[in-house]
Each structure stands twice: as structure tokens, then as C-alpha cells.
């Protein structure tokens, strides 16, 4: 835009300034050649006086008045009387001068290297003469070398300088436009507090004013969400007291032990949705976690149903950690979410693998598989009792990650489904 309005602005004073200059140049010209006649003209009349005033025919007075004028002590200066010599140097052609002298009248004629003003006069006796003065191309033309020079320099300053207020208010407007994209880029990379300074043109000032209602109004939207989920969130603790109470009043044993350990696990994750979920967005700041020690954690979980559904599992990799940029309460609902779908589509006895390294996490299972991948990401009934809900966490879990969520068939015959992250997003 900036280089744009810089040629705009180049094209635009380029044109006004010749179609004013060009004129301007030939009327100089034009000036400076008028200029040099009238003189030629100024001197004819001061000879034309200095006749007046000899008489006879006496060369030496005719020579001594033509001295008297500043264009014959120069050379030139001519008087042409008819029938006689000429006294002064001539340069007008014989031709010329005769037909002027037949005419009585004044004019100007070629000559070698310039011009020749002749003018007519009668003297006593009826006798005529006609005075020449040459006037030079370079008296004709004397100054405008200067003038033109002036004006091309006038013309340089003026392009120049409509050309360099055109990049100020070509950079002032860019400069607008560069911090109005950057702030929506930031809100739109997670920056909720991103907002833009409003400068540059009226356009763009109520751009930014709009820009920022539009952020504060997303992040109330976002706050109100959030409440809304705490709320429900909190709804859920009346009815799991009471399904605490069953689980202690459950004989000692490990299925007692178990369930105690499950609401346990149940009522944690209820209480950090809570807390995360009314903290505003706009506070929240970017959080990083352990990809290997949430999976191990998890593991450590669904190992004792895995033992008594009689599931063989193994685990690969891990031996270094993972950090991924998400929060941790969201990696353990994906990490649940991905085994939690070995036990709840897979028959008891069913094996699986888990798979964690730098490149992200993959669960393997030996069971039917998932003959339709894009309606297991649809929520809403996507069958087998399913919502569809788990692997789209999964999936908005891998996408935060910086990675991408994968549904295949796995080398068990059963379905894989896998976070693969990029390089660079799974280390600190």
C-alpha cells in the first residue's frame, strides 16, 4: 500500500507539474526572444534620432553616429542608404534589405547565425535608409538555459516532496493496518488480552474500536461459558456424595477399594473444571505438561480394570518426558478418553499398546476396529452407544497441542487412534 501510494502520488505531481512546466518553458523562451527584439528595436530608433540630426551625405558623420548607438560599437549596426555604401557591418542579405527599404516598413529577416531587425526611414530629401540591427541567437535565447534550469529544479522538488508526504501518509496508514492485523492475529492465537491502540485514518480508528469491543465481548461470551460449565460441574457433586456414601458403606475389598478410588479421581477432576472454569479466560496463561507422566498416572488407573478383564497391555517408549503446551487436567481427559474407548468398544480379554515418544501418543487395540472414522468424530449418536464426545475432546486436545488426531487401523487388526504431535511442539 505504502509503495502504492508513493507511485500515486509520483504519476500524479509528474503530470501537473509538466503540463504546467512545459507551457511555463516555452512562454520563457518566448519572453526572451521579445525581449531581445524590443532592444534591437530600441536601437534602431536611437539610430534613426542620430540621423535625424546628420546632414548631407558625409560618410565620416554617418560613421560617427553609428558609433554613437551601443549596437554599432559592438558590430552590429548597419545603415543602408539606398544607392550608396553601407556604413556599419551588415548581415542581412542585400535582397532583404532592398525589398524593406521598397516597403517602408520595419521587419525582421535571417541571418547567419541569428536575426536582423530592419526598419525603414525617410530622410531630408526624400531620401530613404533602412537601419539593421542583428540580434543574435544567443541574445535571443539569453536567460533561458537558467529558467528552464529553475523550473526542472521546481519540478524535482515539487514530485519529490508530494512523493515523500505520500510515504508519511502512506506509513502512518500502514503502520494502522500492520497493528490492527497483529493484535486480531494475537487474539487469534490465544491472547485474549490483545487489543489495538486505534491511530491512522477514521476507517481504521473505528476499525480498532470495533476490534476491541468484539475481543472484550468474546471473552465474556467465553467467561459466561465457563460459568455455565462450573455451574453444572457443581450441580454433579450432590449426586456423587451420595454415590460416595454407597461406595464407603461397600465391604473392604478391591472392588470397594476400586470405586473409593474412582469418585477420589471423579471428585478432583470435578474440582479443577470448577476452579479452571471460573477463572476468566482472559487471566488464564499458557500451560505446559508432562505428555509421559499423565500417561503412566493413567495407566496406573485403568491397569487394575484392564487385570480383571483379563486385557494384556504393554506400554513403548517413555523413557524421556514429553511436554506438551496443554493443561493437564485437558491431557488427562484425551489420555482417558483414548483408553477409555479399549474397555467400553472391545471385548473383555481384548489386548492393547500404548506408544509415547516426542512424536505423541499412540493406543492400539486388538479389537473390531472403527469401520466409520469421520462419524466417530461426530457428536451425537455415532453408534456402538457412542456420542461421538470423547474423541472430539481428543481430537480439540491434539489440535491445542499443536498436533493432529489420527483414526486407523492399528497393527493389532483393531483401531488406532493417536496424537501426533510436531517436532518442535513436544519439547519445552
Known amino acids: 500500500m505504502r509503495s502504492a501510494l508513493m507511485r500515486l502520488s509520483f504519476a500524479i505531481t509528474s503530470m501537473i507539474a509538466l503540463a504546467f512546466l512545459v507551457p511555463l518553458g516555452y512562454v520563457t523562451k518566448q519572453i526572451a526572444h521579445d525581449r531581445a527584439l524590443a532592444e534591437a528595436r530600441?536601437?534602431?530608433?536611437?539610430?534613426?534620432?542620430?540621423?535625424?540630426?546628420?546632414?548631407?551625405?558625409?560618410?565620416?558623420?554617418?560613421?560617427r553616429a553609428v558609433a554613437t548607438v551601443p549596437a554599432g560599437q559592438?558590430?552590429?549596426?548597419?545603415?543602408?542608404?539606398?544607392?550608396?555604401?553601407?556604413?556599419?557591418?551588415?548581415?542581412?542579405?542585400?535582397?532583404?534589405?532592398?525589398l524593406a527599404g521598397l516597403q517602408g516598413r520595419s521587419a525582421t529577416v535571417g541571418a547567419p547565425g541569428g536575426v536582423a531587425y530592419l526598419q525603414t526611414v525617410v530622410l531630408d530629401g526624400d531620401r530613404t535608409a533602412v537601419v539593421e540591427v542583428y540580434v543574435s541567437d544567443g541574445d535571443l535565447s539569453r536567460g533561458v538555459g537558467a529558467a528552464w534550469l529553475a523550473l526542472a529544479g521546481l519540478a524535482v522538488v515539487l514530485v519529490a516532496g508530494s512523493t515523500l508526504v505520500a510515504d508519511r501518509l502512506g506509513a502512518q496508514i500502514v503502520r494502522a493496518t500492520r497493528r490492527?492485523?497483529?493484535?486480531?492475529?494475537?487474539?487469534?492465537?490465544?491472547?485474549?488480552?490483545?487489543?489495538?491502540?486505534?491511530?491512522?485514518?477514521p476507517e481504521l480508528r473505528d476499525a480498532a474500536r470495533s476490534f476491541n469491543r468484539m475481543a472484550d465481548q468474546m471473552v465474556a461470551f467465553a467467561d459466561a461459558e465457563r460459568e455455565l460449565a462450573a455451574d453444572l460441574s457443581h450441580r454433579l457433586r450432590t449426586p456423587l456424595t451420595a454415590l460416595r456414601l454407597d461406595a464407603d458403606a461397600m465391604p473392604p475389598g478391591p472392588i470397594g477399594e476400586r470405586m473409593r478410588q474412582a469418585f477420589d479421581a471423579l471428585d478432583g477432576e470435578i474440582e479443577q473444571i470448577i476452579t479452571a472454569a471460573r477463572r476468566s479466560a482472559a487471566d488464564r496463561v499458557p500451560e505446559t505438561t508432562?505428555?509421559?507422566?499423565?500417561?503412566?498416572?493413567?495407566?496406573?488407573?485403568?491397569?487394575?480394570?484392564?487385570?480383571?478383564?483379563?486385557?494384556?497391555w504393554r506400554v513403548v517408549g517413555g523413557q524421556e518426558p514429553v511436554f506438551v503446551p496443554v493443561g493437564e487436567s485437558d491431557l488427562v481427559s484425551a489420555v482417558d478418553c483414548m483408553l477409555g474407548n479399549v474397555f467400553q468398544h472391545t471385548p473383555e480379554g481384548t489386548g492393547f499398546e500404548v506408544q509415547v515418544s516426542p512424536r505423541g501418543l499412540v493406543v492400539d487395540d486388538a479389537g473390531p476396529g472403527i469401520r466409520d472414522p469421520a462419524g466417530a468424530l461426530r457428536r451425537g449418536a455415532s453408534g456402538a452407544g457412542s456420542t461421538g464426545l470423547g474423541l472430539d475432546i481428543v481430537r480439540r486436545v491434539a489440535e491445542t497441542a499443536g498436533g493432529r488426531l489420527v483414526i486407523d487401523r492399528s497393527p493389532l487388526r483393531g483401531a488406532r487412534v493417536a496424537i501426533l504431535l510436531e517436532p518442535a511442539r513436544s519439547r519445552r
Open 290 to 312: 508432562d505428555l509421559v507422566e499423565v500417561v503412566a498416572d493413567r495407566l496406573a488407573f485403568w491397569s487394575v480394570l484392564a487385570e480383571d478383564q483379563r486385557r494384556p
Open 180 to 201: 490492527l492485523a497483529e493484535g486480531a492475529r494475537a487474539f487469534g492465537d490465544g491472547d485474549l488480552h490483545a487489543r489495538v491502540e486505534p491511530e491512522g485514518p
Open 74 to 98: 559592438s558590430g552590429r549596426l548597419a545603415v543602408h542608404l539606398m544607392g550608396e555604401p553601407t556604413v556599419g557591418t551588415s548581415h542581412a542579405s542585400a535582397q532583404d534589405v532592398q
Open 42 to 63: 530600441y536601437q534602431a530608433d536611437a539610430m534613426v534620432a542620430a540621423l535625424a540630426s546628420v546632414s548631407g551625405n558625409a560618410s565620416g558623420a554617418l560613421d
